[in-house]
C-alpha cells in the first residue's frame, strides 16, 4: 500500500470533520433538539457528517486506488456527486438562516443543478489521476478544476456564512 499525503490530509480531515457533526449533534440534542421546534441543528450536523463522509470518500480512494487510475477516476466521479448533495444542504441552510423572509429553494436547486453539471464535466472530461511526489494530482482539465473550485467554494462559504452571521 502506497501512502500518499493526499490520503492522510483527507482521513485527517475526515475524522475532525466527523467530530465536529458528533459534536454539533449533542450540543442540539442539549438545547432540546427536535421538542425545540428548530431543525437546524440536526441539518448542520448532517452537512458537516456528510462533508465527513465525502473527505472520506476521497481518502479511502487515496488510500486503497492509488495505483489504479481508473478507480481514483470513479473515486472522483463519485466524490463529486456526493459534493454536489452536500453543497445543496449548505446553500439550502444559508439561505434559511441569512434570509429568513425569502424561499431557500430557488438557489438550492440552482446549487444541485451546478453539482450534477460539474459531475457530468467530469464524467465527460474524464480526468486521468496519477501521483506525482507521493501526492495524488487528479489530472483534471481547466475548465473542470474551475467549476470543482467553484463548487467547493460553496460549500465551505455557507457554513462560513452561517457562523459568521452568528458570531456578529
Known amino acids: 500500500m502506497v501512502i500518499t499525503t493526499t490520503g492522510v490530509a483527507f482521513t485527517l480531515s475526515a475524522l475532525g470533520l466527523a467530530v465536529?457533526?458528533?459534536?454539533?449533534?449533542?450540543?442540539?440534542q442539549k438545547i432540546g433538539g427536535l421538542r425545540s421546534g428548530s431543525r437546524i441543528?440536526?441539518?448542520?450536523?448532517?452537512?458537516?457528517?456528510?462533508?465527513?463522509?465525502?473527505?472520506?470518500?476521497?481518502?479511502?480512494?487515496?488510500?486503497?486506488?492509488?495505483?489504479?487510475p481508473e478507480a481514483l477516476y470513479a473515486t472522483l466521479v463519485i466524490n463529486n456527486f456526493v459534493l454536489a448533495i452536500i453543497t445543496t444542504l449548505g446553500v439550502?441552510?444559508?439561505?434559511?438562516?441569512?434570509?429568513?423572509?425569502?424561499?431557500?429553494?430557488?438557489?438550492?436547486?440552482?446549487?444541485?443543478?451546478?453539482?450534477?453539471?460539474?459531475?457530468?464535466?467530469?464524467?465527460?472530461?474524464?480526468?486521468?489521476?496519477?501521483?506525482?511526489?507521493?501526492?495524488?494530482?487528479?489530472?483534471?482539465r481547466y475548465q473542470t478544476r474551475i467549476s470543482l473550485y467553484l463548487l467547493l467554494l460553496?460549500?465551505?462559504?455557507?457554513?462560513?456564512?452561517i457562523f459568521a452571521k452568528n458570531f456578529f
Open 92 to 140: 439550502y441552510l444559508a439561505l434559511y438562516i441569512l434570509l429568513p423572509n425569502f424561499s431557500p429553494w430557488p438557489g438550492t436547486i440552482t446549487a444541485f443543478l451546478y453539482g450534477i453539471f460539474v459531475t457530468s464535466l467530469t464524467i465527460v472530461n474524464h480526468p486521468q489521476p496519477f501521483v506525482l511526489n507521493n501526492a495524488i494530482d487528479w489530472g483534471m
Open 41 to 68: 441543528g440536526i441539518l448542520l450536523s448532517l452537512l458537516f457528517l456528510g462533508t465527513a463522509f465525502q473527505h472520506g470518500i476521497l481518502a479511502a480512494g487515496s488510500w486503497f486506488f492509488v495505483n489504479n
Open 20 to 28: 465536529c457533526g458528533f459534536w454539533f449533534f449533542s450540543a442540539f
Open 154 to 161: 460553496f460549500n465551505i462559504g455557507a457554513p462560513f456564512l
